[in-house]
């Protein structure tokens, strides 16, 4: 995958993660970043996305003052910060390129990596 991400794992509810996604071997300053979450047998959901410059950010209602989406061209990665963690938080969770604009259908994203795992323990 020309994307990586790092960060997941097991926290308490009310905790906070931050999540990473790297780009591998591409201009990642031209890309639109997306984070999307899912779980078994459900559609993957828009989480948060910024723009390519940074200017400009998009969150989904059930985690917006909850997540920060940020990105350093400069390390070629985007953060996901997440804040007092629900339990329905709980998903794999993906980072998605694109170099068109920001969407919220993840169908229209490009570039994917592989995943990695959010629990929140109640």
């Known amino acids: 995958e020309p994307l990586k991400e790092y960060g997941g794992g097991l926290v308490q509810a009310g905790g906070s993660l931050k999540l990473s996604c790297t780009a591998l071997?591409?201009?990642?300053?031209?890309?639109?970043m997306g984070w999307f979450r899912q779980v078994p047998g459900i559609d993957r959901e828009f989480v948060a996305a910024i723009t390519w410059n940074g200017e400009n950010t998009y969150y989904a209602d059930s985690v917006k003052g909850r997540f920060t989406v940020s990105r350093d061209d400069a390390k070629k990665t985007a953060y996901l910060q997440m804040d007092n963690l629900k339990a329905e938080d709980t998903a794999v969770y993906y980072c998605?390129?694109?170099?068109?604009?920001?969407?919220?259908?993840?169908?229209?994203?490009?570039?994917w990596g592989q995943g990695t795992q959010v629990t929140v323990a109640s």
């Open positions: 998605a390129a694109d170099t068109d604009r920001v969407y919220r259908d993840w169908n229209e994203y490009d570039y």
């Open positions: 071997g591409r201009p990642f300053e031209l890309y639109v």
